[in-house]
Every structure is written in structure tokens, then in C-alpha cells.
């Protein structure tokens, strides 16, 4: 073996062995897998109340269309809600706080652009109030503070005590000797770590879908990179502290600024930026576009039926598909209308998440979550796509209604229904994986010039 | 550390203030646009304009600005119309960002989150500091009894946190109360007082480690890493706990259930019919049921249809109002021993950003819907019969009486919020005092 290599094993024995070690990763494998398991039973909750949602809908659908007074496909359409449920991914245990932001379902009426159902957030809110343990909680803001009580002294003690001058001497270079400790702290941290996310990812089983391989190979290609990119910065500040106790209070100052203060500034940029828009315009076209519903529409059914000849009530059959067909016409005006008043509204946000998703980028700890949370699909702008989703599924509910109405016949199958599939990114892991291992190879050189350049100057206690 | 909070108390309060200021302005042109459209709306049928509806604002926190809680969370206008068939519209909540306080940056997250930190750079040496100067071993040797000792130390540390840390803070609160709700100066004294309760709590369980450990920098490392994992972990757990253990109804399952609801209102059964006519002949003994109705039946069917289903409504709101409260007691209980989590509670309770005051304003536009609707069909009811003539000139009357607005935040629901968490916080100050003060008297005595 190397003396690199043997170095390494020292390190990390030493580490491991300590009392601080064995609690530090003991604490992190706990810690991992509660958060995993109460993830996984958060998100199975999710994906029960979007079920739910959806068969509750599709019960009155069905009922409506068979009670005394029957409605036709088209009127069910127009008037009643059609739910889809929002899929969620078996990654989204790891990422629950997410969850509670996005709609579990959308309600669908071809009168209406499609409505996300009330989130967990707005229906039981204490939850947005104090946060959520997640993984993704857990290894953007609890892992560097486990790494720093790791390693916050890990040359630091060497400086103050007069030791690392003795130390280089014998180790093979000052570039060893740092990754040789960079690389103990990250064992001690996987050690608890690597455990507990494999218990974490064996519980998304109990949701539904399997979890693909890729994706738990990524998520722990992305915790690795995380906690050796956590271990570099903290052995980094080690190196440049005189004392334990200065780098730990640099330490702890860094992690108060990368993991709370930059997200929640970058967050409030975002909104600074991109605030809501004027509700009123949109209240008053939404207002204006009602009387098309209520009141004679001829002038916007006649426009209507230009756009979709096919359609044109004088040309049906009888007088009952004339009816329906005008119907069918106006509610495509209505929708017309209604989704234009909303669509600054739409942009804003969609522009606002866009934003958000870039900044993001410039505070490390969240590199992590939004890696797992683009796998989960629950990044900031999943709640666009869904929405998108649903929009899809409205044609596809309004072509399903429409071919009775074209003499094609009834639509094979039932009721159109939807859950849709998760639509997991694996870029922003991969970025953040990449990422994370710059900042360990930038920590770890600067550190390593700091011991060549600084490794004799005098101790406090030389002083 | 006093500049370094006073630039962070002025950062986060005037972000917090910037945001109140969007949002109570966004408040007073949405409640005047709710009001103007209603006055300027055509007579249409009564019951028409019960589906039409009316648009409301909800209203900001009354210290929203030091303390938004929930604010974010929640929606911030809604429709209210007959059968309240319209449950999804509002301004719905958007993004929530991944961090505590779900994104909000003010001084409530500043008081709860960010000083305790300098609580613990400011006393974590108190005991410790006289051991490694050795100043300790000469007041043991000197006799000191541990009572004085005990009481100058805890009046120390809270002169050193009220100072340096509390006061600061306190003063940009006080100049934003100034100059946004000059009214609201009582309840910001009781939310300046749930924060210094949290701060002493912080102040004395880092007493405690500062007489259990015998070196400076290990007391400050371990009070830094307390102080990390008691705010971003003990909160999050127990609001993750508690929403794990309960389970509020789906949205979905509910809003079909309430359009089954409105849609029975619109159900002319004989048996409501029976109803209707009875309710008439209860007010008109003269009508024996023969004959053309004193008042239009189809109108007091409405009223009578529309009263079951907001009683139905009433119940529904209820049984989603006791599972939101058994979750955000199952927090607070749960959050027991992080200080931060405790007084975020607290503090959003006070500032009235929290979900009781949320629900009491829904309460209130509930309220005013089944009046407004019950009072369109009423109207329906008894003037009907002539035709719509009168109808523009009392719609007119109607419109341009003043809306009523929600009930300002009363102190009893301020205080029955913050009870439990104020509570935990004196049992948490306690614990602290009692620990500081047992190590201390077995340190003097031990050196006796």
C-alpha cells in the first residue's frame, strides 16, 4: 500500500474509533434513515389523497351521468370536474417538504383552465411554519454541520498544538496529508450516511413504482460528492484557523450564510423580481368571461365555429346535437377568454421558478436539494408542468366528448382518467454531483497551499 | 456583535416590512375593487348575482411585518357565492422555498432562527471563561457562596443579551410598528416579550453548558452545534411528526362532496316544497297553502336548501379545523425542546399570523356569505311576486352599505396560541437556571 494510501487508513481509523466519530456518523445514520421513513409515509400519503381525489371525481362523474336526469358526455365535461392526480415519484420520500407546496390534483372542466386542488401547505399549514425533516432537509442542512463536528479541527488542533510542522515532515506531501484528512471525514460521514440513505431508499418501495437503479445510484452519487465537497471546505477552514475553536465558529458562520442565509435571500430575490401580478385585470376579464356562460353568445359561438367548422351547430344532425354542439363552442370560448385573463399570472410564476431554479445555484447546500428534487420531480417547477399535464388531458377529455358530436361514434373506454408520470430530471444531480467535487478539489488545493506556505510559522503556543 | 445584529435586524426587518407593504396594499386595492364591483353590477335575477359572487381580501396579520407565519402559506382573496360552488378560486399559494420559515425573511425568523446564535457567542464563556483564566478558582477559594454567585451570573448574561442582542432588534420592531400599525403597540410588546422569553431560554441552557464544560471553545462548539441542530433539526422533526401522525380529508373528496351539496340546493324535491310552504304559512297565518303564495316558493326552497347546506359546511369546516389544530398542538408538543421552534409559535399566534387568526377572518366571510345569500333569497322571496322593478333600487341600497370587515385579531385568541408555547419556554428557562445553578453549587462546593 501507497504511504498515501496508508495514511488514508490511519486517518480514518483514528477518526472512526473516536468517540466524537462513532457519535457523529451514529447520529447521521439515524437521523437519514427517520427522515427517510417519515418521508416515504408522508409521500404515500400523497399519493393516496390524489387517488382519492381522483376516484371521488370520477365516482360523480359516473353518477351524473346516470341519475334520473342524465347528463350527456359533453354537459359532464363542461360542468363537472374530471381529477387528474399528480404521480409521485418514489423519490419524492426523500424530498416530502416539496410535496406539501405542489397539488396532489387538478380538477378539469372544459369550460376552465385546469385548478391544482389545495396543497397540504394551504389545507394544514403548521408544517410550512417550522419545515420538514426530509433527506433533502437533512443533507442540505444537518450534513455540513455533521461534517464540520467531524472536522472542524482537523489540522487546526495540529497549528495550535506545534504538531504540523512534525507532521508534514513525515507525511508525502502537504497535498496528502490534507486529502488524506478530507478523505477520513468523508468516510466517518458516510459511514452513517450511506446506511441510512439505504434505508431511506428501501422505504420509497412501499410507494408506488419501482425505484429506478440509476436513480438511487445518482442520489448517492450526489450525497458522496456532498460530503466530500462539505469535508474539503471544512478541513479547509481547519487549515487556515489558528485554533479548534476559530474554525469551528468560521465553520459554523459559513454554514449560517451558504445553508440558511443565501437560500432564503436568493428566494426572496426571486419574489423581488417576478412579483404577483395586479389581481384585478384577471378578476375582471375572469368576471366579464362569465356572461358568456349565462347570457346569449351567438357572435362568439358563430367566431367559435369559423375556428372549428366540424363543429358548427347548423350543421348537426338533430336539434339536440345543435345544443350540445353550441355548448361545446361557447365553453371553448369561455376557456378561450378565461386562460388569456390568467395568463400573466402563469408567466410570472413559470419565470419566477425559472429564476429561482438558476440562483439556486449559487448557494452549494442547494445544489443538493434541487438535484434530489429534479429526480423527485418536485422541483420549483413541477407545479408548471403538472399544470401543462392537465392541459394535455383537457384536449384529450374534450376529443373524447367531441367524437359522439362528429358522428364518429363513442370513444373507446371509459371516462378518460390520468395519474400522471413523474417526470424525473437527472441533469441538475449530475451538475450538482460535478459540481460538488470542484469545490472539494478547490478546497482541498487551497488548503494544501496553505499548509506548504504556512506550515512553520510559529504556533500560540511557540509564542 | 451589537452592529453586526443591529445590520441584520435592519436587513431582515425591512424585508419583512417591504413585503407587508405589497401585500396590505395588494389588501386595500383588492377590498375596494370586491366593493366596487359589487356596487356597480347589473340587477340581474337575485339569485343571480348570489352565483355571480363577490370577491374578498383576506386580511394581512395584524404584525406581519415583524412576523408573517402562515401569511405565505395561505390564499389572499376568495370568492364567495351561493352554495359556495367555487371553493379552488383564490390567489393560491406558489412556491415555498426549502428552508425554515418556508422562505419568509423577517424579523420573526431573525428573533427565532439567527440571535440565538449570538445568545450563545455571547454567554457560552460565562463560567467557562473564569476556569481558563482561573479567576473561578479564586472565588471558590475566596469563599463565594453559590446563591450570589448564581443570581450575578444570570443577571449578568441577561444584561450582556438584552443589550447587546435583544435591544437592538427590539428598537428596528418598535421604529416598524411606528411607522405601519401605530395601534398595534400592545401586541408588539407581548410578541416582543414571547421573544425575549425564547432568547432567555436560549441564554440559560448556554449558561448550563458554559458551567458543564471546563474550556471556552469546546463550550462554544457545543453551543453552536445545539444552537444548529435545535433550529434546523428538533422543529422540522416535530412538524414532520405530526404531520405524519395526522391526515386531513382530500381536496378533491371534499370539493365533490360540496357540489353535491350545491347541487341539492337547486333540488325542488316535494318534500322541500312541504317545507317551503310551511315555513310561509309560519309567517303569513292568513295564506291556508291554496292559492297563489304570498312569497315565491321556489325562493324560500333556495333559502331553506342553502341553510342545510352551510350547516352541512359549517360541520365540514369544523372537522378540518380540529385535525389542523391536533397537528399544530402535536407540533408545539413535540418542538418542546428547541426554543426556536417554541417561539416561532408563539410569536406567529401574537402577530396574529398564525392559523386561528387565518380561520377566524374565514369565519367571518362564512358568515357574511350565508347572510348576503340568505338575505338576496329573502328579498327574492317576498318582492318577487311584483316583478324585478324594485330590485335595481334596493341592489343599489345593498351595494352601497359599507361591507363589513373581519374582526381585528382579539387578544384571547393571541393568547390562547401562545399559551402552550409560552408555557415550554418558562419550563425551558427553568430547566436551564436549574442546571446552571446545581453545577455551579457542586463546582464552589466541590473546591471547599
Known amino acids: 500500500m501507497s504511504a498515501w494510501g496508508q495514511l488514508l487508513r490511519l486517518e480514518t481509523r483514528r477518526l472512526l474509533r473516536s468517540p466524537r466519530g462513532r457519535a457523529v456518523s451514529a447520529a447521521l445514520f439515524v437521523a437519514t434513515a427517520a427522515a427517510g421513513l417519515l418521508g416515504a409515509r408522508l409521500a404515500a400519503a400523497h399519493v393516496a389523497a390524489g387517488q382519492a381525489d381522483l376516484e371521488a371525481a370520477r365516482a360523480r362523474v359516473e353518477a351524473r351521468m346516470r341519475g334520473d336526469a342524465p347528463l350527456s358526455p359533453v354537459e359532464t365535461a363542461l360542468w363537472e370536474d374530471t381529477v387528474v392526480a399528480r404521480g409521485v415519484a418514489p423519490l419524492a420520500a426523500l424530498t416530502a417538504q416539496d410535496l406539501a407546496a405542489l397539488p396532489d390534483a387538478a380538477a378539469v372542466r372544459l369550460t376552465h383552465p385546469p385548478t391544482a386542488l389545495a396543497a397540504r401547505a394551504e389545507r394544514s399549514p403548521a408544517a410550512a411554519l417550522l419545515g420538514t425533516f426530509d433527506v433533502a432537509w437533512l443533507l442540505s442542512l444537518v450534513l455540513p454541520l455533521a461534517v464540520l463536528g467531524l472536522g472542524y479541527d482537523a489540522l487546526a488542533r495540529d497549528r495550535a498544538r506545534g504538531n504540523l510542522a512534525a507532521l508534514l515532515a513525515f507525511a508525502p506531501s502537504a497535498w496528502g496529508l490534507v486529502t488524506a484528512r478530507v478523505g477520513a471525514v468523508t468516510v466517518a460521514a458516510l459511514v452513517g450516511l450511506g446506511p441510512g440513505l439505504a434505508v431511506a431508499l428501501a422505504a420509497t418501495g412501499a410507494l408506488d413504482g419501482p425505484l429506478a437503479a440509476t436513480d438511487a445510484l445518482l442520489v448517492l452519487l450526489l450525497a458522496a460528492a456532498a460530503a466530500l465537497a462539505f469535508s474539503a471546505a471544512t478541513v479547509a477552514v481547519s487549515a487556515f484557523s489558528a485554533r479548534p475553536g476559530t474554525a469551528l465558529v468560521a465553520g459554523l458562520v459559513g454554514w449560517a450564510v451558504v445553508a440558511l442565509a443565501l437560500p432564503l435571500g436568493l428566494a426572496a430575490f426571486a419574489q423581488a423580481a417576478y412579483p404577483d401580478p395586479d389581481p384585478r385585470p384577471e378578476l375582471d376579464a375572469t368576471q366579464a368571461a362569465q356572461s358568456i356562460l349565462t347570457k346569449d353568445a351567438d357572435r362568439l359561438v358563430a367566431e367559435e365555429a369559423r375556428r372549428r367548422p366540424e363543429l358548427d351547430p347548423e350543421r348537426a344532425a338533430d336539434g339536440v346535437q345543435s345544443v350540445l354542439r353550441f355548448e361545446r363552442l361557447r365553453a371553448a370560448a369561455h376557456l378561450r377568454r378565461v386562460q388569456g385573463a390568467g395568463f400573466e399570472r402563469r408567466r410570472t410564476q413559470a419565470r419566477r421558478a425559472e429564476l429561482y431554479r438558476l440562483v439556486a445555484y449559487l448557494s452549494p447546500t442547494t445544489w443538493l436539494s434541487h438535484g434530489l428534487a429534479a429526480l423527485a420531480d418536485t422541483d420549483p417547477e413541477a407545479r408548471q408542468r403538472f399544470m401543462a399535464q392537465a392541459e394535455a388531458f383537457q384536449s384529450q377529455l374534450a376529443l373524447h366528448v367531441e367524437a359522439p358530436l362528429l358522428d364518429r361514434g363513442a370513444a373507446p373506454g371509459g371516462w378518460p382518467r390520468l395519474t400522471t408520470p413523474p417526470d424525473a430530471d437527472r441533469t441538475p444531480a449530475l451538475l450538482g454531483a460535478a459540481l460538488y467535487a470542484a469545490l472539494a478539489g478547490l478546497a482541498t488545493a487551497l488548503a494544501a497551499r496553505r499548509l506548504d506556505r504556512g506550515a512553520l510559522t510559529p504556533a500560540e503556543e511557540d509564542a | ?448
Not at chain 2, 420573526?108 to 481558563?132: K, M, N, Q, S, Y
Not at chain 2, 416579550?193 to 441552557?205: F, I, M, T
Not at chain 2, 433539526?233 to 411528526?241: C, D, M, N, Q
Open chain 2, 1 to 448: 456583535m451589537t452592529a453586526a445584529v443591529t445590520a441584520l435586524a435592519l436587513a431582515f426587518g425591512l424585508a419583512g416590512a417591504g413585503a407587508y407593504q405589497a401585500r396590505h396594499e395588494e389588501h386595500e386595492e383588492l377590498r375596494t375593487y370586491g366593493d366596487e364591483r359589487f356596487s356597480v353590477q347589473s340587477a340581474d335575477h337575485p339569485h343571480a348575482i348570489a352565483h355571480r359572487g363577490y370577491v374578498v381580501s383576506r386580511p394581512p396579520p395584524v404584525l406581519g411585518f415583524l412576523d408573517a407565519g402562515l401569511d405565505g402559506a395561505l390564499g389572499r382573496w376568495l370568492t364567495l357565492d351561493a352554495h359556495r360552488t367555487r371553493p379552488l378560486e383564490g390567489a393560491r399559494v406558489g412556491d415555498l422555498t426549502r428552508a425554515p420559515g418556508a422562505g419568509r425573511l423577517d424579523l420573526g425568523l431573525l428573533f427565532t432562527l439567527v440571535l440565538p446564535g449570538f445568545v450563545v457567542l455571547l454567554v457560552h464563556d460565562a463560567v467557562a471563561g473564569e476556569r481558563r483564566r482561573g479567576t473561578f478558582a479564586m472565588l471558590r477559594a475566596a469563599g463565594l457562596q453559590p446563591g450570589p454567585w448564581v443570581a450575578a451570573k444570570l443577571a449578568g448574561a441577561a444584561a450582556r443579551v438584552g443589550l447587546a442582542v435583544f435591544l437592538p432588534a427590539a428598537l428596528v420592531a418598535a421604529a416598524l410598528t411606528a411607522a405601519l400599525a401605530s395601534d398595534a403597540w400592545p401586541r408588539l410588546v407581548a410578541w416582543l416579550g414571547v421573544q425575549a422569553l425564547g432568547l432567555a431560554a436560549w441564554a440559560a441552557l448556554t449558561l448550563a453548558l458554559s458551567a458543564w464544560v471546563r474550556d471556552p471553545p469546546r463550550a462554544l462548539g457545543m453551543g453552536l452545534m445545539g444552537w444548529g441542530l435545535l433550529t434546523v433539526v428538533i422543529p422540522p422533526l416535530a412538524s414532520t411528526a405530526a404531520r405524519a401522525a395526522t391526515r386531513p380529508p382530500p381536496p378533491g373528496v371534499l370539493s365533490a362532496r360540496l357540489a353535491t351539496w350545491a347541487e341539492s340546493a337547486h333540488a325542488q324535491t316535494e318534500d322541500l316544497r312541504a317545507r317551503a310552504i310551511r315555513d310561509v304559512r309560519r309567517r303569513h297565518p292568513e295564506w291556508d297553502g291554496n292559492g297563489d303564495s304570498p312569497e315565491v316558493l321556489d325562493a324560500v326552497m333556495l333559502r331553506l336548501a342553502d341553510r342545510e347546506v352551510a350547516e352541512r359546511m359549517a360541520a365540514l369546516l369544523d372537522q378540518l379545523a380540529a385535525e389542523q389544530d391536533r397537528e399544530a398542538t402535536l407540533a408545539a408538543a413535540l418542538s418542546f425542546a428547541s426554543p426556536g421552534g417554541l417561539a416561532q409559535l408563539a410569536g406567529s399566534a401574537v402577530a396574529a399570523s398564525d392559523l386561528a387568526q387565518a380561520r377566524l377572518a374565514e369565519a367571518h366571510y362564512e358568515g357574511y356569505r350565508r347572510e348576503l345569500m340568505a338575505w338576496i333569497n329573502r328579498w327574492w322571496a317576498e318582492n318577487g311576486q311584483g316583478g324585478f322593478d324594485a330590485w335595481s333600487d334596493t341592489l343599489k341600497d345593498l351595494s352601497s352599505a359599507p361591507r363589513p370587515t373581519p374582526p381585528r385579531s382579539p387578544a384571547r385568541l393571541a393568547w390562547a396560541g401562545c399559551r402552550l408555547p409560552c408555557l415550554l419556554l418558562l419550563v425551558l428557562c427553568a430547566v436551564g437556571g436549574a442546571a446552571f445553578a446545581l453545577e455551579s453549587r457542586r463546582s464552589l462546593r466541590g473546591a471547599a
